[in-house]
């Protein structure tokens, strides 16, 4: 099931995925998806914005109370093999142990996988879970573009989805009584096989865009330059100082410069800002001090800019019982202890908990880096993984 997976939107030089959402690559792992549940019996319901459950129904049960799992199958820029699959891949393989086991289902067991997570497309993460949540208005989600300048509705047109139809779906919500997302770690905090989290810290991003004049490289006198580049360098530096005082992460990983050419004076930079922090007013004070000096470096080099927030996540404390008992369940089928955890990475399990009880489940990553193609988990450490996923299912929703 894995191997089948691997090779989907892989890039054989760098290693790296580029599976982004209602690209080829990631149709061809929506494919995938549809295929593993229909293998084993689990009818697929695609929701109205775009996320997938295969669903595991008890005999003669009902359809409600269910417990979700699941997670994304979309990536990042050149990401890692793990991130989103590995929860997915391990639904999969916890409902065929539970099966082979013989245990007698009592509620649903949804597996999902959830569109656009990354944010990776459409610039807003977790998107697919935002808009089943409420957590995006459809006005503002319809309207989102990507590089190409497509529109979040045309591409959902082009897919054969109707874009008036996203938003809120009280039904399905309606129907799950829990979620429990399993992921790979995104660092180095994680010491056993297995862990649970704690909480997701306060993350956004924020597009700062800097409009200059372009000109010639060659003719135009320093002193008549009005050079976006150069305020966009001192956001840079700025954002690094500013997560360093408030003890914050700021990245700035994507920019664009139009119109890109070696020998001519940029006409504008768009730059994105994506700050974190353990609590809320150090990442909104982190993004209010790169937008001052940002705004200052601009002024000096008769730069506008304009600073927009795309999104944000304020601090997500996961629900404290079902936590003890996913940890529970986990430890008494793995041997050790599954420490707790808080996490500074995104997840839908953190915009599903507004909503429903939400846990999560990390497997240990040895080189601690996630979001490149390095991202890495040992086999033995998946495998506890799923056994740990395994336990916690039986416990929610056998018996
Ligand atoms: C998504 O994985 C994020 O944390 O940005
Ligand atoms: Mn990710
Ligand atoms: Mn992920
Ligand atoms: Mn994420």
């Given amino acids: 099931m894995w191997a089948a997976l691997l090779p989907v939107g892989r890039d054989g030089a760098t290693g790296g995925y580029h599976r982004f959402a209602w690209t080829p690559p990631e149709l061809e ?54 991130d989103g699959p590995l929860g997915v891949v391990s639904a999969f393989a916890a409902v065929d142990l539970l099966r082979e086991r013989g245990a007698r289902l009592r509620r649903p067991i949804g597996i999902a996988a959830f569109a656009e997570e990354e944010g990776a497309r459409f610039g807003v993460a977790c998107l697919g879970s935002r808009l089943l949540t409420g957590a995006i208005d459809p006005v503002r989600a319809r309207a989102l573009t ?25 039904d399905l919500l309606g129907r799950v009584g829990c979620h429990v997302e399993l992921h790979v770690e995104q660092g180095r905090a994680l010491r056993g096989p ?6 997701i810290v306060p993350h956004g991003r924020w597009r700062f865009d800097f409009h200059g004049e372009g000109n010639h490289a060659g ?15 001192g956001m840079v530096l700025a954002a690094r100082e500013a997560a360093r005082r408030n003890g914050t992460v700021a990245t700035v990983g994507k ?25 809320d007013d150090a990442v909104r004070r982190t993004v209010a001090e790169v937008d001052e000096a940002a705004r200052a470096a601009a002024r000096a080099h008769r730069v506008g800019v304009d600073l927009a927030e ?9 629900d404290l019982a079902l936590r003890d008992r996913v940890r529970d369940a986990a430890e008494g089928v793995l041997d050790g202890g599954v420490p ?32 490149a193609p390095a991202e890495s988990a040992e086999t033995a450490d998946c495998l506890a993984g799923v056994e740990a996923l395994t336990g916690v299912l039986a416990d929610l929703a056998c018996g």
């Fill in 29 to 82: 792992c929506r494919a995938w998806f549809a295929d593993e549940a229909r293998r084993r019996g689990l009818p697929v319901e695609h929701d109205t914005n775009g996320n997938m459950v295969a669903w595991w129904y008890p005999d003669g049960g009902g359809r409600g109370d269910a417990v979700l799992t699941g997670s994304h199958l979309d990536s990042v820029p050149g990401g890692g093999a793990f």
């Fill in 146 to 170: 990507d590089a190409d300048g497509r529109t979040f509705a045309e591409v959902m047109h082009n897919a054969g989805l109707d874009p008036q139809a996203i938003g809120p779906d009280e």
């Fill in 194 to 199: 297995v862990g649970v989290a704690s909480a």
């Fill in 219 to 233: 003719t135009t006198l320093l002193g008549d330059r009005r050079d976006p580049m150069l305020p966009f360098a």
């Fill in 255 to 279: 920019v664009r410069v139009e119109p890109g050419g070696v020998n001519a004076i940029a006409s504008s930079v768009t730059a994105w800002l994506d700050a974190r922090g353990p609590a």
């Fill in 310 to 318: 795309e999104s944000y996540t304020e601090i997500v404390d996961l």
């Fill in 340 to 371: 707790v955890l808080p996490t500074g990475a995104g997840h839908d399990a953190g915009i599903l908990s507004a909503r429903v009880p939400a846990a999560m489940l990390f497997v240990r990553n040895p080189t601690g880096i996630s979001h």
